[in-house]
């Protein structure tokens, strides 16, 4: 993912100099490469989009995949395959149907994800679905939804809300316990593993 985000990147920062640009006149059914300052979707896309942009905003649904890079990436329209995205801010606020990989400084999920998320970043907040397993690294995590899978969760402080509804196990890693509310249904064990390094993550395959 990061060597994608790299070489987004890399485009935007040829493009910084360009007007803004909406595609209202580009042919949709065909894959969308854009890098431009802001990008904003506001017609579908049948095919797949990748963009790169001081901010990127998705308005419209896209039948592909999704790989975005930028300052703040904000998906408003359904995604009808994965979405991997990486920026200092990130919200997801429409449904995925494939999976979900983002990190950025803060990342927020408030709507469906039909399949397995990897969320990374200094304040995670997942309030949509997931219906596969979940796995979040950050500071920061707060869960307060449905996970018909696993979910792993390192941090240094780990909230567990009260419409949290874990079908798998629970896995956490941190200096602290998790705060989990009385009300939150976990259905699976709830498991305590040392807290790892990212480097000791990537060799044991977790990260």
């Given at each position: 993912?990061f060597?994608?985000?790299?070489?987004?990147?890399?485009?935007?920062?040829?493009?910084?100099?360009?007007?803004?640009?909406?595609?209202?006149?580009?042919?949709?059914?065909?894959d969308?490469?854009?890098?431009?300052e802001?990008?904003?979707?506001?017609?579908?896309?049948?095919?797949?989009?990748?963009?790169?942009?001081?901010?990127?905003?998705?308005?419209?649904?896209?039948?592909?995949?999704?790989?975005?890079?930028?300052?703040?990436?904000?998906?408003?329209?359904?995604?009808?395959?994965?979405?991997r995205?990486?920026?200092?801010?990130?919200?997801?606020?429409?449904?995925?149907?494939?999976?979900?990989?983002?990190?950025?400084?803060?990342?927020?999920?408030?709507?469906?994800?039909?399949?397995?998320?990897?969320?990374?970043?200094?304040?995670?907040?997942?309030?949509?679905?997931?219906?596969?397993?979940?796995?979040?690294?950050?500071?920061?995590?707060?869960?307060?939804?449905?996970?018909?899978?696993?979910?792993?969760?390192?941090?240094?402080?780990?909230?567990?809300?009260?419409?949290?509804?874990?079908?798998?196990?629970?896995?956490?890693?941190?200096n602290?316990?998790?705060?989990?509310?009385?009300?939150?249904?976990?259905?699976?064990?709830?498991?305590?593993?040392?807290?790892?390094?990212?480097?000791?993550?990537?060799?044991?395959?977790?990260?």
């Amino acid at each position: 993912m990061f060597g994608i985000a790299a070489m987004l990147a890399a485009s935007m920062a040829s493009a910084q100099n360009t007007d803004d640009y909406s595609p209202r006149d580009v042919s949709t059914d065909r894959d969308v490469y854009m890098a431009q300052e802001t990008v904003d979707i506001d017609s579908a896309i049948n095919g797949d989009l990748v963009a790169a942009g001081q901010r990127i905003t998705l308005g419209a649904t896209v039948s592909g995949d999704v790989i975005a890079a930028g300052q703040s990436i904000e998906i408003n329209s359904r995604v009808n395959d994965d979405v991997r995205a990486a920026a200092q801010h990130v919200r997801v606020l429409a449904p995925v149907e494939g999976h979900l990989v983002a990190a950025g400084q803060t990342v927020t999920v408030s709507n469906d994800v039909n399949g397995w998320a990897w969320l990374a970043g200094y304040a995670v907040d997942v309030d949509g679905d997931i219906a596969g397993d979940l796995s979040v690294r950050a500071s920061r995590v707060s869960l307060n939804s449905r996970v018909d899978g696993n979910v792993e969760l390192s941090g240094d402080e780990l909230q567990i809300g009260p419409q949290a509804d874990v079908r798998g196990d629970l896995i956490w890693r941190s200096n602290e316990a998790p705060d989990i509310s009385p009300e939150a249904r976990i259905a699976g064990e709830i498991i305590e593993e040392p807290l790892q390094g990212l480097g000791e993550e990537v060799r044991s395959g977790r990260a």
